[in-house]
């Protein structure tokens, strides 16, 4: 069927969804709070399983060329450097039909408006929704825009996850300091070679984005008791040096290129998941509104964009909207509610107290646990 959807938020999962819904041939309003459309400025991986949901809405090639396809990335110990496990990443695109992209933020999302615009979403920014009644949105305002479905794409601290719960999100435990870097001569060889350094309690990926001209960082380690929002929280230099004090010279490197750099501390917070992401029949929820999860195995957004495109699939094969709810959050609830308790055991894994002893049995990562495999073109919905 077709119907009327209100979409609330426009990041990467809303855009996705307002492009898929739209092209399926919905009548698709897409309201972001934001006075303009954007992403913040930082990378985001795109594994396989993500490309192959930007792949229906057209835009696969659009991201990978905008982006980078790693060829190899590594697990390097925090003490010495040393690789404690090299993954492989060419041959991606043909074991997985879709490539492995890093790419900046900004970039994606860019694609992701151009897609929704040109499949004739009509998309209001500066338009924050306060609450919502039956599958009506309602803006600060006071304007209501009606619809026959309401979608909550609105993040971490959803406004219309207030319909399904009154429990706000959590502090996961986890900060994370957040920055971009030219790659310069004396970062080439860490470039060459991009991956994760591990270690008790901590650790610190880097990728490239922007053909190679960038280098996305991100430092993670447990700190308790601190909740800011974060990204516009100023970084001390004195601290970052300190958590990683005693790590190996690539570590070293990386902070003081990343002490040069606009830099931002972020808390991490997450939800616990829901038994139901269907309120009256026609509100639902999708990405980081119905299931934020720790970033540990870089799935957030690829879980977002795979909801977006299982709802969209499951509205135009259904009679009803609140048929096509139940098709929805039955074939992706299981599946987001597994990459949110694997996401935290991950975490345990990789900044577990035996660096020495990772990766020698049972290595589980996004790719062993099979989450590249998902096609949601084609899941059964
Ligand atoms: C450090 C870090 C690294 C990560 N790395 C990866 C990675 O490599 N790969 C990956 O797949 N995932 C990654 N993630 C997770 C990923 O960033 C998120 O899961 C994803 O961005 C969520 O997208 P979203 O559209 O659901 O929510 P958001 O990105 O939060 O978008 C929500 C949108 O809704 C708008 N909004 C909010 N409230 C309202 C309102 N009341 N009314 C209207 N609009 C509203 C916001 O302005 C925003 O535009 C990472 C996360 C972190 C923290």
């Known amino acids: 069927m077709k119907a009327k ?22 009548d698709v309003t897409l309201l972001e709070s934001a006075p303009q459309f954007g992403e913040i400025g930082a990378g985001v991986t795109l594994s396989p399983n993500a490309m192959l949901g930007l792949d229906h ?49 900004a970039d994606l999302h860019a694609i992701l408006t151009g897609a929704a615009r040109d499949a004739g979403v009509d998309l209001r920014c500066a338009s924050p929704v306060v609450s919502s009644r ?9 304007s209501v825009v009606e ?25 996961t435990g986890h900060v994370a300091w957040r920055t971009l870097v030219p790659v310069s001569e004396d970062l080439r060889d860490l470039s060459d070679f991009p ?49 990683y004090a005693g790590w190996c010279p690539d570590a070293q490197r990386l902070i003081e290129a990343a002490c040069r750099e606009p ?13 139901s992401w269907i309120v009256e029949d026609k509100v639902t929820l999708i990405g980081d509104a119905a299931h934020a999860m720790t970033p540990f195995l870089g799935h957030g957004a690829a879980c977002g964009i795979e909801d977006a495109v299982v709802l969209a699939r499951a509205l135009a094969q259904s009679e009803s909207v609140s048929e096509a709810l139940r098709r929805y959050q039955a074939a992706r609830h299981e599946r987001a509610t597994f990459i949110q308790m694997e996401s935290n055991a991950n975490a345990d894994r ?32």
């Open 350 to 381: 990789m900044q577990g107290q035996q660096t020495d002893f990772f990766g020698l049995e049972d290595m589980k990562d996004e790719e062993s646990l099979g989450l590249f495999t998902y096609d949601c073109r084609t899941v059964p919905v």
């Open 5 to 26: 959807v209100v979409i609330a938020g426009g990041g990467i999962a809303g855009m996705t969804a307002a492009a898929a819904l739209a092209r399926a041939g919905s």
């Open 147 to 171: 619809g026959d479905v309401l979608v909550g794409a609105d993040g971490v601290k959803s406004v219309i996850r207030e319909r399904f719960e009154t429990t706000p999100p959590h502090f």
């Open 263 to 275: 830099m931002f501390k972020w808390a991490l917070n997450a939800r616990q998941p829901l038994d």
């Open 57 to 105: 809405i057209g835009v696969c090639e659009a991201v990978a060329a905008a982006g980078v396809e790693p060829t190899r990335q590594r697990i390097q110990h925090w003490q010495d450097g040393r690789t404690l496990v090299a993954m492989d990443r060419t041959g991606q695109r043909e074991t997985y039909g879709a490539p492995y992209v890093t790419v900046h933020r």
């Open 195 to 243: 991956g994760i350094i591990i270690g008790p309690g901590a650790m610190i990926t880097r990728y490239n984005i922007r053909d190679f001209a960038f280098m996305n960082l991100v430092f993670f380690a447990r700190q308790e008791g601190w909740t800011d929002d974060g990204w516009t929280t100023p970084v001390n230099p004195a601290e970052l040096r300190q958590v």
């Open 134 to 142: 039956g599958a009506a949105a309602i803006l600060a305002d006071g």
